[in-house]
């Protein structure tokens, strides 16, 4: 037998009181004159017998009285499984996008088994852990785990079910007498790894759920962009996928401004993807979306965008002046300066994206320290050395940094042969490898020893020629040859206009047309806040404070774990919107692939599969399979309460 409540038996110690009672009655007797006591001898031994059996029997009855009262408080129960009392219930619920998927009574997956928990699952006295993608609760009772359960809505990101289970391990650390019965309801989706045995720890009961599925069909709107505008008109392109499923007559509605300003259709074959394209006049900023109907999947059937002013990148270039930096830095784009050294604006340095040294012969220290400045807080530069550089203040410079050192400089001629393609820097650059293109030739290049950096471009014995470092928030690029030199080809090549290109671009800002939620997104404010007020980013009721660092003419903010919902938010300071940023959920889940349990058949014995929530909690109720006893033992309380009236009435002293 096990009690719910078993500290309540403590209070057996009370029985102790009426058997004092007995032992040291309190009563006083009062004499009383009597003209002849001899029938009273009579009947002495007779009187004194009965009254003990009497006292003794109604002792008793008052012991096992209380003793049912305390034991039907504490909560008695039969377990057919005697160590089930002993596990702890820790359940992890999905409830990330996929999980919006129906089921076949055509109910959401979440909603279905949040509301089977809540109705079904049994009570258990050792106490709830209930992890989500979003949160942790842990040491919850019956009640407080109810009440977590409506609490928990869809969360823009999934969580890895191995990082789940690591999770579970860890809280085992923190209760290591306790064992723990794991119950994890997810739709197994294929973006998520299979599980790791290493996992799986043999002192644990594992139940993994997979609950069925209607179909497993979905359309999804995957992403958008915008094409250069011509004749004062904007292109929007939109692809739009089919997962597993035909659709014929599919309409997709543009909404400029929240006002419907276009609708086409389409048809799809399953596995289809198709781009759809709206003309819109062009407008210096404005906010939108693209729409679609399905009702398999609703997070990803809207896409939102924000198309903000464009800013010119500002460029300026410290020493010689070179026709190929125009070329690639025009005017519509970027704001390029060029400046002699000994003509340098010191107060124009801060106002700047990029500075690019172009064949300085000499770094002297006052603008040592200014880069160091500039880098710190500003932004990206480039060091083009000379073909005469003195590499004693090159460096200098280099130390300052912390960057290395230049060991030399080689005569020998070097063709560039390798584009380091999964390299950061040439994201969204390159559709595919190109294996055939034209080799620059370089005639004088310098031989470095770089700390913490990574070649973008390399020459043909492996050795690096164009190189990323991180400082602070922003990057320095050194590049390990002067490109002026008449046997130098690089600067006709056509890698050199997505190399000067990316080395302008810092950070995520809000010339992106839109964000993904649950990814770490900066966003740079071309502003120069005075006020110590933080910015924040708001939709309607919803606001928060994102990270952000100021540096003089800007702000860099930085959002992860915020926002949670889709949607165009406003960037604020105070009431003074600064701009827009449209944010959309993740589409990794909108492919309904998912692994099958069947592949778990060889996992361990304290491993479980069922395939809906029904199935598990009845499983776990035959393993409990608890008689309550409490409501017996009330009934006997009930029965010598009656006995001891009956005796005190009926009894003769």
Request: aromatic residues 12%; charged residues 25%.
């Amino acid at each position: 037998m096990h009690f719910k409540y078993p500290e309540i038996l403590f209070f057996l110690f009370l029985l102790i009181i009426p058997i004092l009672i007995h032992l040291f009655q309190l009563q006083r007797f009062k004499k009383e004159a009597f003209t002849n006591v001899k029938f009273l001898k009579e009947i002495e031994l007779e009187t004194r017998t009965s009254s003990k059996l009497k006292k003794l029997l109604i002792l008793l009855s008052r012991l096992i009285l209380l003793s049912f009262l305390i034991i039907a408080f504490s909560q008695p129960y039969f377990s057919k499984n005697e160590t089930e009392a002993n596990y702890r219930n820790v359940i992890y619920l999905d409830n990330s996008m996929s999980m919006q998927a129906k089921d076949k009574n055509g109910g959401d997956l979440l909603q279905v088994n949040k509301n089977l928990l809540y109705e079904k699952f049994p009570e258990n006295d050792l106490g709830y852990t209930l992890i989500t993608n979003e949160k942790t609760l842990e040491n919850l009772d019956y009640n407080l785990f109810r009440k977590a359960l409506l609490d928990v809505d869809f969360y823009p990101v999934k969580k890895d079910i191995n990082q789940v289970l690591l999770q579970i391990d860890k809280l085992k650390k923190n209760s290591s007498k306790t064992l723990f019965n794991i119950i994890l309801i997810t739709d197994f989706q294929k973006i998520n790894n299979k599980i790791f045995k290493e996992q799986l720890n043999k002192n644990h009961r594992y139940n993994f759920v997979q609950p069925s599925l209607e179909q497993v069909g979905n359309i999804s709107i995957d992403t958008a962009w915008i094409n250069e505008e011509k004749d004062q008109t904007l292109k929007i392109i939109s692809a739009v996928r089919s997962y597993k499923m035909d659709a014929s007559e599919l309409s997709i509605s543009l909404f400029i401004e929240d006002k419907l300003y276009g609708k086409t259709r389409l048809n799809l074959e399953p596995g289809e993807e198709k781009e759809i394209e709206f003309s819109v006049p062009y407008t210096d900023e404005f906010q939108g979306k693209i729409s679609l109907t399905d009702h398999r999947l609703n997070f990803d059937n809207d896409l939102f965008f924000s198309i903000q002013k464009k800013t010119r990148t500002k460029v300026l270039v410290i020493g010689n002046k070179n026709e190929f930096l125009e070329r690639i830095y025009q005017a519509a784009d970027f704001e390029l300066q060029f400046s002699p050294l000994t003509e340098l604006e010191q107060g124009i340095l801060r106002d700047q994206n990029l500075i690019i040294l172009n064949e300085l012969e000499k770094i002297p220290n006052a603008l040592l320290q200014r880069m160091k400045i500039f880098l710190q807080d500003h932004g990206n530069l480039v060091i083009i050395p000379s073909p005469k550089a003195d590499i004693y203040s090159y460096n200098n410079f280099f130390s300052a940094l912390n960057i290395g050192y230049i060991s030399g400089t080689s005569g020998e001629q070097k063709r560039v042969t390798s584009i380091h393609y999964e390299h950061p820097f040439f994201n969204g650059v390159f559709e595919k490898k190109i294996m055939n293109f034209q080799y620059p030739v370089l005639e004088q290049t310098f031989n470095a020893q770089l700390e913490n950096s990574s070649p973008i471009l390399s020459f043909e014995n492996r050795q690096g020629f164009v190189f990323e470092m991180p400082y602070s928030t922003n990057k320095l690029y050194w590049i390990a040859s002067p490109l002026s030199d008449q046997g130098n080809s690089f600067i006709t090549s056509p890698l050199i206009v997505p190399l000067f290109y990316n080395f302008s671009k810092q950070h995520k800002s809000t010339e992106a047309i839109y964000l993904i939620i649950g990814e770490e997104n900066q966003i740079e404010v071309a502003q120069t806040i005075e006020s110590e007020t933080p910015l924040t980013i708001s939709m309607d009721q919803s606001e928060f404070i994102p990270l952000q660092s100021k540096r003089n003419n800007k702000v860099v903010l930085t959002t992860r774990d915020f926002p949670k919902a889709s949607g165009t938010y406003e960037i604020k300071n105070g009431e003074v919107q600064l701009g827009q940023l449209a944010f959309n959920y993740n589409r990794k889940e909108s492919e309904l692939v998912y692994n099958k349990l069947n592949a778990l058949e060889n996992m361990p014995e304290n491993t479980h599969t069922y395939n809906s929530v029904e199935d598990v909690i009845k499983e776990i109720n035959d393993r409990q399979n608890n008689q309550n006893l409490w409501h017996l033992f009330i009934i006997l309380a009930l029965v010598f309460l009656i006995l001891e009236i009956l005796l005190q009435k009926f009894l003769k002293n």
